[in-house]
């Protein structure tokens, strides 16, 4: 069974940075695309930023030049580093595999 956990989230000022953290079990395969999302109060989840197994990286718009999206030595395991960071980021943020998977989210407040 494949586990998906999220770990550092929190509660930061705004222009502050934060880094997420990612790691996949049960999985034998090495997953080719990971992803972060994101999803605000009353609002869609949306893509924030994916990865794939070659290096390739996309991302919103809106995080562009301040988030960076990067996976790890550890077989299935990527993060978000997170700067410059506006109240608008504020959300719970989901680790996501193959567009299949999914963690439990991790909570970011940015303060004003």
């Known amino acids: 069974q494949v586990q998906l956990v999220e770990s550092g989230g929190g509660l930061v000022q705004a222009g502050g940075s934060l880094r997420l953290s990612c790691a996949a079990s049960?999985?034998?395969?090495?997953?080719?695309?990971m992803a972060w999302y994101r999803q605000a109060p009353g609002k869609q989840r949306e893509l924030v930023a994916g990865i794939s197994s070659a290096g390739s990286t996309n991302y919103a718009d809106s995080v562009k030049g301040r988030f960076t999206i990067s996976r790890g030595n550890a077989k299935n395991t990527v993060y978000l580093q997170m700067n410059s960071l506006k109240p608008e980021d504020t959300a719970v943020y989901y680790c996501?595999?193959?567009?299949?998977?999914w963690g439990q989210g991790t909570q970011v407040t940015v303060s004003s």
């Open positions: 996501n595999a193959i567009r299949q998977y």
């Open positions: 049960g999985s034998i395969v090495n997953f080719n695309y």
